[in-house]
């Protein structure tokens, strides 16, 4: 499974940007999809995941309602919308592919994207 990426940029404080994600390959492996982020200096973290057969979603506590992760399946895309951005959301967004799990957990993906860069200036 092949991961790409994209949407990211800069957006002021309080904007809103939306990331798609989109899979080729052996797409038919995926269980589940998420979001993941790394800012300068800090690990990698959590942002959302979906399971690809019935939309159930899980979502960080940071996210607060902010963001919302969907997917198309007959383009084998998945999207995070993003809103009310805030400056301590910059970072660079990866999302990834597991064949087993559609939670938080980052060992469990199998295959990552290249990530996005989101700046978010206040």
């Known amino acids: 499974v092949q991961l790409q990426a994209s949407g990211g940029g800069l957006v002021q404080a309080g904007g809103s940007l939306r990331l798609f994600c989109a899979a080729s390959g052996r797409t038919f492996n995926i269980y589940g999809m998420g979001w993941f982020r790394q800012a300068p200096g800090k690990e990698r973290e959590f942002v959302a995941a979906i399971r690809w057969s019935n939309g159930a979603t899980t979502y960080a506590d940071f996210v607060k309602g902010r963001f919302t992760i969907s997917r198309d399946n007959a383009k084998n895309t998945v999207y995070l919308q993003m809103n009310s951005l805030e400056p301590e959301d910059a970072a660079v967004y990866y999302c990834?592919?597991?064949?087993?799990?559609?939670?938080?957990?980052?060992?469990?993906?199998?295959?990552w994207g290249q990530g996005t860069l989101v700046t978010v200036s206040s």
């Open positions: 990834a592919a597991s064949a087993t799990h559609s939670g938080s957990r980052q060992g469990a993906y199998d295959y």
